[in-house]
């Protein structure tokens, strides 16, 4: 996928365009409510070290689907003033998450516009994540967030009075956004979704192939070694790269632990992270000083003012 400041800056133009005047406040949440998931997976696997990889993976899988997705943008539009306003701005920017992350080259990924009805993953493949295209969509995010900055803090807050009507119903999807992919995670294990089924039959892994979107190669004094989203070290059969790295992987399992790799790909090891955590920093940003300026947090400036008179 995208990073994050790749991400506000197609899709925050896009909207600028179709919609002169959007909250950009929204349109920023509405690029990042598809990487929540992904965002929980790291967190999960820090905290929770005897957790099983596999479970989390396909948790993760089904709650960045659209629909799931969708849930949780009703979740957060039911808080809102303008409830159907905020869905669609928010479900919109959904959309076209999915849409430019299917976009990226992404071996072993894709996004999930169908599920639960398919599971199949849809992946164009028409770019690498450190390519032109990427650098441009990056650079265009620093660029719509420093000139719609002043109009996102100033630009009132689309929160309403939280009656408990609205506080049920939001409640209510905010549960079923994290519940509901505990149920469908057969589908995408089914559909071998990111090669978890693979993984998981270690016994049948001789001669299967796979594909693993950036995992660590090592240089190590046993041999070259690929780190798997399970914690499992694989060794290959042959050395790709004279130093460790990010790569994509296409191969084929040899033995259970050990990986003939048929195709790479280096990726750069702090470009991508780096935009996205800058993205994430300045969205919420952006939200606190909103917040801050319309005297909503303690110790706002208008709070002060107030406690002045």
């Given at each position: 996928m995208p990073n994050t400041l790749a991400h506000i800056g197609v899709q925050g133009v896009l909207n600028q365009i179709v919609k002169p005047g959007?909250?950009?406040?929204?349109?920023?949440?509405?690029?990042?409510?598809?990487?929540?998931?992904?965002?929980?997976?790291?967190?999960?696997?820090?905290?929770?070290?005897?957790?099983?990889?596999y479970t989390i993976r396909l948790y993760c899988i089904a709650q960045a689907s659209l629909f799931v997705t969708l849930v949780l943008c009703g979740a957060l539009a039911f808080l809102s003033k303008t409830p159907r306003t905020v869905f669609l701005i928010l479900g919109l920017n959904v959309l076209l998450h999915l849409v430019l992350d299917a976009l990226q080259t992404k071996w072993a990924n894709g996004v999930h516009l169908f599920a639960p009805l398919?599971?199949?993953?849809?992946?164009?493949?028409?770019?690498?994540?450190?390519?032109?295209?990427?650098?441009?969509?990056?650079?265009?995010?620093?660029?719509?967030?420093?000139?719609?900055w002043r109009k996102g803090i100033s630009?009132?807050?689309?929160?309403?009075?939280?009656s408990p009507f609205k506080v049920a119903i939001s409640a209510s999807l905010l549960m079923l956004y994290f519940t509901f992919p505990l149920v469908l995670l057969e589908g995408p294990r089914n559909a071998n979704n990111h090669f978890v089924q693979t993984l998981e039959e270690t016994e049948t892994r001789p001669g299967r192939l796979l594909e693993l979107d950036r995992p660590s190669y090592m240089k190590t004094s046993a041999g070259d070694m690929i780190g798997l989203f399970n914690g499992e070290k694989i060794s290959t059969t042959q050395e790709i790269l004279d130093h460790s790295a990010i790569v994509s992987v296409r191969g084929r399992f040899v033995t259970p632990t050990q990986l003939e790799v048929l195709e790479f790909h280096e990726h750069s090891s702090?470009?991508?992270?780096i935009s996205t955590y800058l993205g994430i920093l300045l969205l919420f940003g952006m939200w606190l000083g909103a917040f801050l300026k319309q005297g909503i947090l303690p110790y706002s400036h208008k709070s002060k003012n107030l406690s002045n008179k």
């Amino acid at each position: 996928m995208p990073n994050t400041l790749a991400h506000i800056g197609v899709q925050g133009v896009l909207n600028q365009i179709v919609k002169p005047g959007i909250d950009p406040k929204l349109v920023c949440l509405g690029c990042l409510l598809p990487d929540i998931p992904w965002i929980f997976q790291r967190v999960l696997i820090g905290i929770l070290p005897g957790s099983d990889p596999y479970t989390i993976r396909l948790y993760c899988i089904a709650q960045a689907s659209l629909f799931v997705t969708l849930v949780l943008c009703g979740a957060l539009a039911f808080l809102s003033k303008t409830p159907r306003t905020v869905f669609l701005i928010l479900g919109l920017n959904v959309l076209l998450h999915l849409v430019l992350d299917a976009l990226q080259t992404k071996w072993a990924n894709g996004v999930h516009l169908f599920a639960p009805l398919s599971w199949d993953l849809w992946n164009v493949g028409l770019f690498w994540p450190e390519s032109l295209p990427t650098y441009i969509m990056t650079g265009s995010g620093l660029f719509y967030i420093g000139w719609q900055w002043r109009k996102g803090i100033s630009q009132p807050l689309p929160i309403s009075p939280l009656s408990p009507f609205k506080v049920a119903i939001s409640a209510s999807l905010l549960m079923l956004y994290f519940t509901f992919p505990l149920v469908l995670l057969e589908g995408p294990r089914n559909a071998n979704n990111h090669f978890v089924q693979t993984l998981e039959e270690t016994e049948t892994r001789p001669g299967r192939l796979l594909e693993l979107d950036r995992p660590s190669y090592m240089k190590t004094s046993a041999g070259d070694m690929i780190g798997l989203f399970n914690g499992e070290k694989i060794s290959t059969t042959q050395e790709i790269l004279d130093h460790s790295a990010i790569v994509s992987v296409r191969g084929r399992f040899v033995t259970p632990t050990q990986l003939e790799v048929l195709e790479f790909h280096e990726h750069s090891s702090w470009f991508r992270d780096i935009s996205t955590y800058l993205g994430i920093l300045l969205l919420f940003g952006m939200w606190l000083g909103a917040f801050l300026k319309q005297g909503i947090l303690p110790y706002s400036h208008k709070s002060k003012n107030l406690s002045n008179k």
